[in-house]
Protein backbone atom coordinates (compact mmCIF):
# COMPACT_ATOMS: atom_id res chain seq x y z
CA UNK A 1 0.00 0.00 0.00
CA UNK A 2 1.36 3.58 -1.49
CA UNK A 3 2.38 5.70 1.72
CA UNK A 4 -0.09 8.39 0.19
CA UNK A 5 -3.11 5.73 0.50
CA UNK A 6 -2.36 5.31 3.80
CA UNK A 7 -2.15 9.01 4.45
CA UNK A 8 -5.68 9.18 2.78
CA UNK A 9 -6.95 6.67 4.81
CA UNK A 10 -6.02 7.62 8.05
CA UNK A 11 -7.01 11.02 7.26
CA UNK A 12 -10.83 9.95 6.24
CA UNK A 13 -10.60 7.70 9.62
CA UNK A 14 -11.37 10.64 11.92
CA UNK A 15 -14.44 12.19 10.00
CA UNK A 16 -16.04 9.00 10.03
CA UNK A 17 -15.62 8.16 13.69
CA UNK A 18 -16.86 11.19 14.94
CA UNK A 19 -20.02 11.14 12.15
CA UNK A 20 -20.69 7.54 13.12
CA UNK A 21 -20.77 8.44 16.87
CA UNK A 22 -22.69 11.58 15.99
CA UNK A 23 -25.74 8.84 14.17
CA UNK A 24 -25.52 6.64 16.66
CA UNK A 25 -27.40 9.35 18.85
CA UNK A 26 -27.91 9.44 22.17
CA UNK A 27 -30.58 6.60 22.46
CA UNK A 28 -29.94 3.56 24.74
CA UNK A 29 -30.39 0.96 23.45
CA UNK A 30 -29.07 0.38 20.02
CA UNK A 31 -29.82 -2.57 17.61
CA UNK A 32 -27.44 -4.42 15.22
CA UNK A 33 -28.89 -2.87 12.20
CA UNK A 34 -29.08 0.93 13.71
CA UNK A 35 -25.14 0.69 14.23
CA UNK A 36 -24.13 -0.77 11.35
CA UNK A 37 -26.93 1.28 9.59
CA UNK A 38 -24.55 4.50 11.12
CA UNK A 39 -21.17 3.24 10.23
CA UNK A 40 -22.41 3.21 6.99
CA UNK A 41 -24.39 6.37 5.93
CA UNK A 42 -21.41 7.94 7.79
CA UNK A 43 -19.01 6.62 5.28
CA UNK A 44 -21.53 7.56 2.20
CA UNK A 45 -22.13 10.75 3.78
CA UNK A 46 -18.93 11.89 4.06
CA UNK A 47 -18.22 10.17 0.02
CA UNK A 48 -21.08 12.91 -1.39
CA UNK A 49 -19.12 15.13 -3.97
CA UNK A 50 -18.83 18.61 -3.69
CA UNK A 51 -17.48 20.68 -6.37
CA UNK A 52 -16.23 17.70 -7.52
CA UNK A 53 -14.60 16.31 -4.53
CA UNK A 54 -16.22 14.22 -1.64
CA UNK A 55 -16.29 15.86 2.05
CA UNK A 56 -13.74 13.36 3.37
CA UNK A 57 -10.92 15.33 0.57
CA UNK A 58 -12.48 18.61 1.75
CA UNK A 59 -12.19 17.89 5.19
CA UNK A 60 -8.38 16.59 4.13
CA UNK A 61 -8.03 19.73 2.29
CA UNK A 62 -8.28 21.51 5.84
CA UNK A 63 -6.64 19.36 8.08
CA UNK A 64 -4.46 16.56 6.71
CA UNK A 65 -3.33 15.24 10.23
CA UNK A 66 -5.86 14.29 12.24
CA UNK A 67 -4.24 13.86 15.84
CA UNK A 68 -3.45 10.02 16.47
CA UNK A 69 -4.65 10.62 20.00
CA UNK A 70 -8.05 12.47 18.77
CA UNK A 71 -8.97 9.31 16.66
CA UNK A 72 -8.00 6.80 19.56
CA UNK A 73 -10.34 8.56 21.87
CA UNK A 74 -12.88 8.81 19.25
CA UNK A 75 -12.57 4.79 18.56
CA UNK A 76 -12.75 4.25 22.25
CA UNK A 77 -16.11 6.62 22.64
CA UNK A 78 -17.40 4.68 19.44
CA UNK A 79 -16.98 1.08 20.96
CA UNK A 80 -18.36 2.14 24.28
CA UNK A 81 -21.23 3.59 22.32
CA UNK A 82 -21.67 -0.10 20.61
CA UNK A 83 -20.51 -2.49 22.46
CA UNK A 84 -21.78 -0.97 26.12
CA UNK A 85 -19.54 -1.88 27.77
CA UNK A 86 -16.72 0.71 29.31
CA UNK A 87 -13.57 0.75 28.24
CA UNK A 88 -12.35 4.38 29.29
CA UNK A 89 -13.34 5.27 32.84
CA UNK A 90 -14.32 9.04 34.11
CA UNK A 91 -10.78 8.75 35.30
CA UNK A 92 -9.23 7.78 32.06
CA UNK A 93 -11.63 11.10 30.47
CA UNK A 94 -10.64 13.49 32.83
CA UNK A 95 -6.84 12.45 32.22
CA UNK A 96 -7.51 12.78 28.22
CA UNK A 97 -8.52 16.33 28.54
CA UNK A 98 -6.13 17.55 30.73
CA UNK A 99 -3.55 16.16 28.57
CA UNK A 100 -5.13 17.35 25.49
CA UNK A 101 -5.29 20.74 27.50
CA UNK A 102 -2.12 20.80 28.68
CA UNK A 103 -0.76 20.25 25.05
CA UNK A 104 -2.80 22.26 23.31
CA UNK A 105 -1.20 25.49 26.17
CA UNK A 106 2.16 24.49 25.61
CA UNK A 107 1.77 24.14 21.13
CA UNK A 108 -0.76 26.76 20.24
CA UNK A 109 0.14 30.05 21.51
CA UNK A 110 4.01 29.85 21.04
CA UNK A 111 3.31 27.68 17.62
CA UNK A 112 1.46 30.30 16.12
CA UNK A 113 3.80 33.23 17.14
CA UNK A 114 3.40 35.04 20.91
CA UNK A 115 6.91 34.68 21.35
CA UNK A 116 10.35 34.14 19.91
CA UNK A 117 10.24 30.13 20.75
CA UNK A 118 8.81 27.77 18.50
CA UNK A 119 7.25 25.14 20.36
CA UNK A 120 5.81 23.63 16.94
CA UNK A 121 9.91 22.94 16.58
CA UNK A 122 9.63 20.47 19.76
CA UNK A 123 7.67 18.28 17.76
CA UNK A 124 11.05 17.52 15.43
CA UNK A 125 13.21 16.53 18.21
CA UNK A 126 13.88 13.69 20.40
CA UNK A 127 12.48 15.59 23.64
CA UNK A 128 8.87 14.98 22.51
CA UNK A 129 8.33 11.21 21.75
CA UNK A 130 10.50 10.66 25.81
CA UNK A 131 8.23 13.54 27.33
CA UNK A 132 5.43 11.51 26.10
CA UNK A 133 6.66 8.13 26.47
CA UNK A 134 7.31 8.92 30.56
CA UNK A 135 3.85 10.53 31.17
CA UNK A 136 2.36 7.00 29.64
CA UNK A 137 4.25 5.50 31.55
CA UNK A 138 3.60 7.66 34.87
CA UNK A 139 -0.16 7.26 33.74
CA UNK A 140 0.47 3.42 33.34
CA UNK A 141 1.89 2.70 36.32
CA UNK A 142 -1.03 4.56 38.14
CA UNK A 143 -3.17 2.25 36.32
CA UNK A 144 -4.72 4.97 33.83
CA UNK A 145 -6.49 3.98 30.49
CA UNK A 146 -5.27 7.18 29.09
CA UNK A 147 -2.10 5.77 29.32
CA UNK A 148 -2.71 2.62 26.97
CA UNK A 149 -3.18 5.27 24.09
CA UNK A 150 -0.61 7.40 24.29
CA UNK A 151 1.44 4.29 22.87
CA UNK A 152 -0.24 5.45 19.82
CA UNK A 153 1.44 8.00 18.52
CA UNK A 154 4.60 6.55 18.84
CA UNK A 155 3.14 4.00 16.92
CA UNK A 156 1.61 5.74 14.65
CA UNK A 157 4.47 7.81 13.76
CA UNK A 158 7.10 4.91 13.23
CA UNK A 159 4.74 3.88 10.98
CA UNK A 160 4.29 6.71 9.03
CA UNK A 161 0.50 7.38 9.16
CA UNK A 162 0.18 11.00 8.90
CA UNK A 163 1.33 13.10 6.60
CA UNK A 164 3.00 15.04 8.88
CA UNK A 165 6.69 14.10 9.84
CA UNK A 166 6.16 16.50 13.43
CA UNK A 167 5.23 14.25 16.62
CA UNK A 168 2.81 17.21 17.42
CA UNK A 169 0.67 16.50 15.07
CA UNK A 170 0.37 12.92 16.47
CA UNK A 171 -0.40 13.86 19.90
CA UNK A 172 -3.17 17.46 19.36
CA UNK A 173 -5.00 18.93 16.87
CA UNK A 174 -7.04 21.66 16.76
CA UNK A 175 -10.28 19.31 17.72
CA UNK A 176 -8.91 17.70 20.10
CA UNK A 177 -7.54 20.85 21.52
CA UNK A 178 -11.21 22.46 21.48
CA UNK A 179 -12.62 19.66 22.82
CA UNK A 180 -10.33 19.52 25.70
CA UNK A 181 -10.13 22.76 26.99
CA UNK A 182 -13.97 22.77 26.98
CA UNK A 183 -13.95 19.79 29.05
CA UNK A 184 -11.61 20.51 31.41
CA UNK A 185 -13.33 24.06 31.41
CA UNK A 186 -16.51 22.54 32.13
CA UNK A 187 -14.85 20.39 34.86
CA UNK A 188 -13.08 23.25 37.13
CA UNK A 189 -16.53 24.63 36.76
CA UNK A 190 -18.14 21.73 38.21
CA UNK A 191 -15.50 21.69 40.75
CA UNK A 192 -16.06 25.69 41.48
CA UNK A 193 -19.41 25.22 42.43
CA UNK A 194 -18.84 22.02 44.20
CA UNK A 195 -16.75 23.53 46.09
CA UNK A 196 -19.11 26.80 47.13
CA UNK A 197 -21.89 24.21 48.14
CA UNK A 198 -19.52 22.89 50.38
CA UNK A 199 -18.66 25.89 51.95
CA UNK A 200 -22.40 27.25 52.27
CA UNK A 201 -23.40 23.99 54.07
CA UNK A 202 -20.54 24.31 55.91
CA UNK A 203 -21.68 27.76 57.05
CA UNK A 204 -25.44 26.40 57.46
CA UNK A 205 -23.87 23.91 59.63
CA UNK A 206 -22.29 26.54 61.89
CA UNK A 207 -25.11 28.69 61.98
CA UNK A 208 -27.49 26.10 63.18
CA UNK A 209 -24.79 24.93 66.26
CA UNK B 1 -4.97 -3.99 34.68
CA UNK B 2 -2.80 -6.57 36.20
CA UNK B 3 0.76 -5.26 37.48
CA UNK B 4 2.27 -6.88 34.99
CA UNK B 5 0.41 -6.21 31.77
CA UNK B 6 0.87 -2.31 32.85
CA UNK B 7 5.12 -3.30 32.99
CA UNK B 8 4.79 -4.66 29.61
CA UNK B 9 2.95 -1.91 28.10
CA UNK B 10 5.81 0.70 30.02
CA UNK B 11 8.43 -1.56 28.32
CA UNK B 12 6.18 -0.97 24.93
CA UNK B 13 6.30 2.89 25.09
CA UNK B 14 9.74 3.34 25.55
CA UNK B 15 10.47 0.88 22.75
CA UNK B 16 8.25 3.03 20.32
CA UNK B 17 9.92 5.90 21.96
CA UNK B 18 13.57 4.71 20.52
CA UNK B 19 12.12 3.53 17.25
CA UNK B 20 10.71 6.87 16.37
CA UNK B 21 13.86 9.07 17.97
CA UNK B 22 15.59 6.09 15.42
CA UNK B 23 14.01 6.56 12.20
CA UNK B 24 14.23 10.63 12.51
CA UNK B 25 17.14 12.03 11.45
CA UNK B 26 18.67 15.53 13.40
CA UNK B 27 20.32 16.55 9.73
CA UNK B 28 21.03 20.72 10.60
CA UNK B 29 22.90 20.31 13.87
CA UNK B 30 25.76 22.45 12.89
CA UNK B 31 24.72 25.00 9.72
CA UNK B 32 26.45 27.03 7.84
CA UNK B 33 25.49 29.09 4.87
CA UNK B 34 27.93 28.76 1.78
CA UNK B 35 29.34 31.49 0.15
CA UNK B 36 26.90 33.91 -1.60
CA UNK B 37 28.04 32.87 -5.57
CA UNK B 38 31.64 34.29 -5.70
CA UNK B 39 32.31 36.31 -8.52
CA UNK B 40 33.92 34.42 -11.30
CA UNK B 41 36.29 36.51 -12.51
CA UNK B 42 36.26 35.21 -16.69
CA UNK B 43 32.55 36.45 -16.30
CA UNK B 44 33.24 39.71 -14.76
CA UNK B 45 32.60 42.45 -16.77
CA UNK B 46 35.41 45.44 -17.31
CA UNK B 47 32.78 48.46 -18.07
CA UNK B 48 29.46 48.96 -16.19
CA UNK B 49 26.76 47.81 -17.85
CA UNK B 50 22.89 47.82 -17.11
CA UNK B 51 19.88 46.42 -18.66
CA UNK B 52 15.93 45.76 -18.50
CA UNK B 53 13.70 43.74 -20.11
CA UNK B 54 10.78 42.15 -19.40
CA UNK B 55 10.82 38.00 -18.80
CA UNK B 56 7.20 37.36 -20.10
CA UNK B 57 7.19 40.46 -23.13
CA UNK B 58 3.76 38.95 -24.86
CA UNK B 59 2.19 36.91 -22.42
CA UNK B 60 -0.90 38.90 -21.80
CA UNK B 61 -1.84 37.59 -18.75
CA UNK B 62 -4.00 39.80 -16.43
CA UNK B 63 -2.40 39.12 -13.37
CA UNK B 64 1.39 37.58 -12.91
CA UNK B 65 3.11 38.11 -9.78
CA UNK B 66 6.19 36.78 -7.30
CA UNK B 67 8.54 37.14 -10.03
CA UNK B 68 11.90 35.42 -9.65
CA UNK B 69 15.27 34.33 -11.47
CA UNK B 70 17.75 31.24 -10.87
CA UNK B 71 20.70 29.92 -12.42
CA UNK B 72 20.13 26.47 -13.75
CA UNK B 73 23.54 23.93 -13.37
CA UNK B 74 24.92 24.99 -16.86
CA UNK B 75 24.39 28.78 -15.77
CA UNK B 76 21.50 29.69 -17.92
CA UNK B 77 18.97 32.05 -16.32
CA UNK B 78 15.71 30.79 -15.46
CA UNK B 79 12.43 32.70 -14.77
CA UNK B 80 9.64 32.17 -12.48
CA UNK B 81 6.47 33.57 -11.67
CA UNK B 82 2.47 32.95 -11.41
CA UNK B 83 -0.29 34.67 -13.06
CA UNK B 84 -3.66 33.88 -14.45
CA UNK B 85 -6.79 35.70 -14.57
CA UNK B 86 -7.11 37.61 -11.21
CA UNK B 87 -4.81 36.58 -7.37
CA UNK B 88 -7.07 34.09 -5.98
CA UNK B 89 -7.81 32.41 -9.36
CA UNK B 90 -7.64 28.66 -9.32
CA UNK B 91 -6.88 28.53 -12.50
CA UNK B 92 -3.65 30.22 -12.30
CA UNK B 93 -0.60 28.83 -13.14
CA UNK B 94 3.62 28.57 -11.84
CA UNK B 95 5.07 29.54 -15.25
CA UNK B 96 8.76 29.15 -16.30
CA UNK B 97 11.10 30.21 -18.76
CA UNK B 98 14.80 30.58 -19.87
CA UNK B 99 16.85 33.15 -20.89
CA UNK B 100 18.64 31.55 -24.50
CA UNK B 101 21.16 33.65 -26.39
CA UNK B 102 19.89 36.85 -25.00
CA UNK B 103 15.94 36.25 -25.27
CA UNK B 104 13.78 35.01 -23.19
CA UNK B 105 12.23 31.71 -24.14
CA UNK B 106 7.80 31.47 -24.45
CA UNK B 107 6.59 30.52 -21.16
CA UNK B 108 5.65 27.40 -20.25
CA UNK B 109 3.36 26.59 -17.55
CA UNK B 110 4.81 24.11 -14.88
CA UNK B 111 2.33 23.36 -12.28
CA UNK B 112 -1.49 23.88 -12.33
CA UNK B 113 -4.29 23.81 -9.73
CA UNK B 114 -5.63 20.80 -11.20
CA UNK B 115 -2.28 18.88 -11.07
CA UNK B 116 -1.35 19.93 -7.54
CA UNK B 117 -4.98 18.45 -6.50
CA UNK B 118 -4.44 15.28 -8.60
CA UNK B 119 -1.04 14.90 -7.00
CA UNK B 120 -2.55 15.94 -3.11
CA UNK B 121 -5.46 14.19 -3.64
CA UNK B 122 -7.61 16.94 -2.04
CA UNK B 123 -8.85 20.50 -3.54
CA UNK B 124 -7.29 23.52 -3.40
CA UNK B 125 -8.58 27.38 -3.74
CA UNK B 126 -5.31 28.31 -6.03
CA UNK B 127 -1.88 28.48 -5.87
CA UNK B 128 0.74 30.93 -6.17
CA UNK B 129 4.74 32.60 -4.93
CA UNK B 130 7.07 29.73 -6.94
CA UNK B 131 10.39 29.38 -6.07
CA UNK B 132 12.87 27.27 -7.73
CA UNK B 133 15.74 25.66 -5.61
CA UNK B 134 18.41 24.83 -8.17
CA UNK B 135 20.67 21.92 -6.97
CA UNK B 136 24.06 21.04 -7.09
CA UNK B 137 23.51 18.09 -9.15
CA UNK B 138 21.73 20.02 -11.48
CA UNK B 139 18.42 18.88 -10.28
CA UNK B 140 15.63 21.57 -9.63
CA UNK B 141 13.22 21.75 -6.74
CA UNK B 142 10.01 23.90 -6.86
CA UNK B 143 8.74 24.85 -3.97
CA UNK B 144 5.38 26.86 -4.07
CA UNK B 145 2.08 28.16 -1.87
CA UNK B 146 -1.50 26.48 -2.34
CA UNK B 147 -4.29 28.19 -0.49
CA UNK B 148 -6.70 25.55 1.07
CA UNK B 149 -8.80 27.77 1.99
CA UNK B 150 -9.29 32.19 2.57
CA UNK B 151 -6.31 34.29 1.28
CA UNK B 152 -2.82 33.82 1.66
CA UNK B 153 -2.99 33.47 5.37
CA UNK B 154 -4.45 30.05 4.56
CA UNK B 155 -1.77 28.91 2.54
CA UNK B 156 0.59 25.96 2.68
CA UNK B 157 4.21 25.01 1.28
CA UNK B 158 4.46 22.21 -1.53
CA UNK B 159 7.48 20.70 -3.11
CA UNK B 160 8.41 18.87 -5.89
CA UNK B 161 11.79 18.28 -7.95
CA UNK B 162 12.78 17.61 -11.32
CA UNK B 163 15.96 16.06 -12.77
CA UNK B 164 15.30 16.99 -16.64
CA UNK B 165 15.67 20.91 -16.50
CA UNK B 166 12.36 21.26 -15.67
CA UNK B 167 10.85 19.18 -18.24
CA UNK B 168 8.56 16.87 -16.40
CA UNK B 169 8.24 17.07 -12.56
CA UNK B 170 8.00 14.60 -9.34
CA UNK B 171 4.41 14.23 -7.64
CA UNK B 172 3.65 17.57 -5.44
CA UNK B 173 4.46 16.99 -1.87
CA UNK B 174 2.87 18.71 0.95
CA UNK B 175 5.15 20.16 3.62
CA UNK B 176 3.68 20.63 7.62
CA UNK B 177 5.02 23.05 8.83
CA UNK B 178 2.59 24.62 11.04
CA UNK B 179 0.39 23.47 14.03
CA UNK B 180 -2.93 25.00 13.44
CA UNK B 181 -4.03 22.81 10.18
CA UNK B 182 -0.66 23.65 8.61
CA UNK B 183 -1.64 27.21 8.06
CA UNK B 184 -0.03 29.98 6.98
CA UNK B 185 3.45 28.99 5.66
CA UNK B 186 4.82 31.11 2.50
CA UNK B 187 7.35 31.18 0.65
CA UNK B 188 8.96 34.57 -1.54
CA UNK B 189 12.16 34.97 -0.97
CA UNK B 190 15.83 34.14 -2.60
CA UNK B 191 17.11 30.86 -0.82
CA UNK B 192 20.50 30.51 0.32
CA UNK B 193 22.49 26.84 -0.04
CA UNK B 194 23.73 25.27 2.74
CA UNK B 195 27.86 24.50 3.21
CA UNK B 196 26.85 20.81 4.04
CA UNK B 197 24.19 20.58 1.29
CA UNK B 198 20.97 21.55 1.46
CA UNK B 199 18.74 24.87 1.79
CA UNK B 200 17.88 27.83 4.17
CA UNK B 201 14.83 28.97 3.08
CA UNK B 202 13.40 32.65 4.10
CA UNK B 203 9.39 31.50 4.80
CA UNK B 204 7.00 33.57 6.62
CA UNK B 205 3.66 33.23 8.80
CA UNK B 206 0.83 35.83 8.64
CA UNK B 207 -2.50 33.34 10.29
CA UNK B 208 -3.05 34.49 13.94
CA UNK B 209 0.76 36.35 13.67
CA UNK B 210 3.00 37.70 11.08
CA UNK B 211 6.73 36.35 11.94
CA UNK B 212 9.88 35.07 10.17
CA UNK B 213 11.21 31.90 10.08
CA UNK B 214 13.95 30.12 8.31
CA UNK B 215 13.03 26.17 6.22
CA UNK B 216 15.74 24.09 6.32
CA UNK B 217 15.72 21.47 3.10
CA UNK B 218 17.94 18.60 2.61
CA UNK B 219 17.08 15.79 0.19
CA UNK B 220 19.08 12.94 1.11
CA UNK B 221 19.05 9.88 -1.66
CA UNK B 222 15.17 11.01 -2.29
CA UNK B 223 13.90 11.69 1.34
CA UNK B 224 13.50 15.06 2.60
CA UNK B 225 14.25 16.15 6.05
CA UNK B 226 12.34 19.65 6.54
CA UNK B 227 12.29 22.06 9.75
CA UNK B 228 11.91 25.48 10.67
CA UNK B 229 13.06 27.97 12.95
CA UNK B 230 11.96 30.87 14.62
CA UNK B 231 14.07 34.57 13.86
CA UNK B 232 11.21 36.14 16.27
CA UNK B 233 7.67 35.83 16.87
CA UNK B 234 4.98 38.17 17.42
CA UNK B 235 2.64 40.27 14.76
CA UNK B 236 4.92 42.73 12.90
CA UNK B 237 7.23 41.24 10.33
CA UNK B 238 7.32 38.89 7.29
CA UNK B 239 9.05 38.30 3.90
CA UNK B 240 12.37 38.01 5.44
CA UNK B 241 15.30 38.00 3.05
CA UNK B 242 18.24 36.31 4.28
CA UNK B 243 21.90 37.62 3.19
CA UNK B 244 24.71 35.46 4.59
CA UNK B 245 27.70 37.92 5.84
CA UNK B 246 30.21 34.65 5.60
CA UNK B 247 30.14 31.14 7.97
CA UNK B 248 27.69 31.77 10.21
CA UNK B 249 26.99 35.27 10.12
CA UNK B 250 24.05 36.28 8.86
CA UNK B 251 21.70 38.87 8.51
CA UNK B 252 17.64 39.91 7.84
CA UNK B 253 15.76 42.36 6.23
CA UNK B 254 12.28 42.70 7.07
CA UNK B 255 9.05 43.84 5.77
CA UNK B 256 7.23 45.74 8.04
CA UNK B 257 3.57 45.33 9.01
CA UNK B 258 3.90 47.74 12.57
CA UNK B 259 3.11 51.41 12.28
CA UNK B 260 7.08 52.24 12.43
CA UNK B 261 6.66 51.77 8.24
CA UNK B 262 10.44 50.61 8.30
CA UNK B 263 12.92 48.07 7.16
CA UNK B 264 13.60 46.47 10.41
CA UNK B 265 16.98 44.48 10.51
CA UNK B 266 18.15 41.08 12.59
CA UNK B 267 21.18 39.50 12.76
CA UNK B 268 22.49 35.64 13.74
CA UNK B 269 26.12 34.63 14.63
CA UNK B 270 25.80 31.09 14.52
CA UNK B 271 24.00 29.66 11.08
CA UNK B 272 20.63 30.99 11.46
CA UNK B 273 19.65 29.69 14.83
CA UNK B 274 19.00 32.49 17.44
CA UNK B 275 18.40 36.27 15.72
CA UNK B 276 18.94 39.60 17.66
CA UNK B 277 16.39 41.79 18.87
CA UNK B 278 14.72 43.41 15.67
CA UNK B 279 15.69 46.93 15.19
CA UNK B 280 14.96 49.84 12.60
CA UNK B 281 17.37 50.92 9.44
CA UNK B 282 17.05 54.12 8.07
CA UNK B 283 14.53 53.04 5.09
CA UNK B 284 11.26 52.97 5.05
CA UNK B 285 8.84 50.38 3.67
CA UNK B 286 5.32 50.46 3.23
CA UNK B 287 4.17 47.03 4.16
CA UNK B 288 5.89 45.74 0.77
CA UNK B 289 8.52 43.27 -0.13
CA UNK B 290 11.94 43.86 0.05
CA UNK B 291 15.24 41.71 -1.46
CA UNK B 292 18.76 42.01 -1.03
CA UNK B 293 21.95 40.82 -0.81
CA UNK B 294 25.94 40.64 -0.77
CA UNK B 295 28.29 42.18 -3.14
CA UNK B 296 31.97 41.45 -3.74
CA UNK B 297 33.27 43.94 -2.00
CA UNK B 298 31.07 43.18 1.27
CA UNK B 299 28.73 46.07 0.67
CA UNK B 300 25.01 44.85 0.69
CA UNK B 301 22.43 45.90 -1.89
CA UNK B 302 18.87 45.95 -1.24
CA UNK B 303 15.91 46.74 -3.31
CA UNK B 304 12.77 47.88 -2.21
CA UNK B 305 9.69 50.65 -2.22
CA UNK B 306 11.24 54.08 -1.25
CA UNK B 307 7.85 54.83 0.78
CA UNK B 308 6.24 55.32 3.86
CA UNK B 309 2.58 55.07 2.26
CA UNK B 310 2.61 52.85 -1.18
CA UNK B 311 4.64 50.83 -3.77
CA UNK B 312 4.96 54.14 -5.85
CA UNK B 313 8.55 53.22 -6.95
CA UNK B 314 11.38 51.04 -6.81
CA UNK B 315 14.71 51.40 -5.45
CA UNK B 316 17.94 50.34 -4.62
CA UNK B 317 20.16 51.19 -2.00
CA UNK B 318 23.77 50.33 -0.45
CA UNK B 319 25.29 49.41 2.64
CA UNK B 320 28.54 49.43 3.99
CA UNK B 321 28.58 48.24 7.49
CA UNK B 322 26.73 45.45 7.19
CA UNK B 323 23.09 46.66 7.13
CA UNK B 324 23.29 49.39 9.63
CA UNK B 325 22.99 52.38 7.65
CA UNK B 326 22.20 52.14 4.08
CA UNK B 327 22.47 54.50 1.54
CA UNK B 328 19.81 55.07 -1.24
CA UNK B 329 21.78 54.44 -4.55
CA UNK B 330 19.16 54.37 -7.75
CA UNK B 331 15.90 54.35 -8.93
CA UNK B 332 14.52 51.44 -10.64
CA UNK B 333 11.22 52.69 -11.71
CA UNK B 334 9.90 55.95 -10.91
CA UNK B 335 6.05 55.40 -12.13
CA UNK B 336 3.61 55.01 -9.35
CA UNK B 337 1.18 54.26 -11.77
CA UNK B 338 3.15 50.99 -12.41
CA UNK B 339 2.90 49.62 -9.01
CA UNK B 340 6.23 47.99 -8.95
CA UNK B 341 6.73 45.38 -5.98
CA UNK B 342 7.81 42.22 -5.01
CA UNK B 343 11.42 42.50 -6.36
CA UNK B 344 13.78 39.38 -5.86
CA UNK B 345 17.42 39.98 -6.14
CA UNK B 346 20.30 37.48 -7.20
CA UNK B 347 23.71 37.40 -8.26
CA UNK B 348 24.89 35.21 -11.40
CA UNK B 349 27.89 33.04 -11.00
CA UNK B 350 28.99 35.55 -13.69
CA UNK B 351 29.43 38.69 -11.45
CA UNK B 352 25.90 39.80 -13.09
CA UNK B 353 23.07 41.29 -10.58
CA UNK B 354 19.47 40.54 -11.80
CA UNK B 355 16.38 42.47 -9.66
CA UNK B 356 13.29 40.81 -10.72
CA UNK B 357 10.21 42.28 -9.89
CA UNK B 358 6.26 43.16 -10.64
CA UNK B 359 5.86 45.68 -13.02
CA UNK B 360 1.78 46.61 -13.85
CA UNK B 361 0.63 43.63 -12.35
CA UNK B 362 0.84 41.85 -15.45
CA UNK B 363 4.40 41.66 -15.99
CA UNK B 364 7.74 40.59 -14.49
CA UNK B 365 10.25 43.56 -15.44
CA UNK B 366 14.00 42.32 -14.91
CA UNK B 367 16.78 44.77 -14.67
CA UNK B 368 20.19 43.82 -14.22
CA UNK B 369 23.59 45.32 -14.36
CA UNK B 370 26.93 44.52 -12.70
CA UNK B 371 29.78 45.62 -10.05
CA UNK B 372 31.05 48.58 -11.87
CA UNK B 373 27.87 50.02 -12.87
CA UNK B 374 26.66 49.80 -9.11
CA UNK B 375 30.76 51.20 -8.68
CA UNK B 376 29.90 53.96 -10.54
CA UNK B 377 26.70 55.24 -9.24
CA UNK B 378 27.33 57.91 -6.70
CA UNK B 379 25.45 57.41 -3.69
CA UNK B 380 22.86 60.29 -2.74
CA UNK B 381 23.71 62.18 -0.08
CA UNK B 382 23.46 60.37 3.30
CA UNK B 383 20.27 60.14 4.64
CA UNK B 384 20.02 62.15 7.72
CA UNK B 385 16.67 59.87 8.67
CA UNK B 386 17.98 57.46 11.22
CA UNK B 387 16.76 54.71 12.38
Known sequence: ?209 | MPLFIRWILVAMAWLLCAAVIGIEKQPFMEPSFAPDHPVASFGRRESPFFNEEFINPDQNLAFVHVGSTFEFGNGILGGLWYGGPYEYCHDNKIYFSSLRNGSWLAPRAIMTSTQVENDLGRPIRCLGNPLMLPNADGSLELLFVTIAMGRWSGGQLNRCVSKNGGLTWSRVERLTLSPLCNFSELVRNRPIPLAGGGWCVPIYQEFIGKFPELLWLKDENGKLTARKSRITGGCAFLQPTLIPLGGKKAIVLLRDWTKAKRIFVSRSQNGGFTWSKTVPTNLPNPDAGISGLNLADGKLLVAFNDSTSKRENLSLALSRDGGDFWQRIFVLNKDPDSYPSYPFVMKAHNGLIYVAYTDEGDAIKLVNFNEEWIDELQPKKADTSGP
Open chain 1, 1 to 209: MSTDLIHQLYAGLLPWLGLSLLLLGRSPILSRLRIVGSLLLAFFLLRIPVHGWNIFLWIRSLEANPSIIMSGLLSVALWQRVSGRELFRLSDWTAAWIFGSAAAFTLYPMGLGLTSVDSYCWGWDRGLPIATAAIATALLLLGNRLGVLLLLPSAGFFLDLQESRNFWDALVDPIYAVISLGAVILLLLRLCTQRQQRVASFDKGQTAC
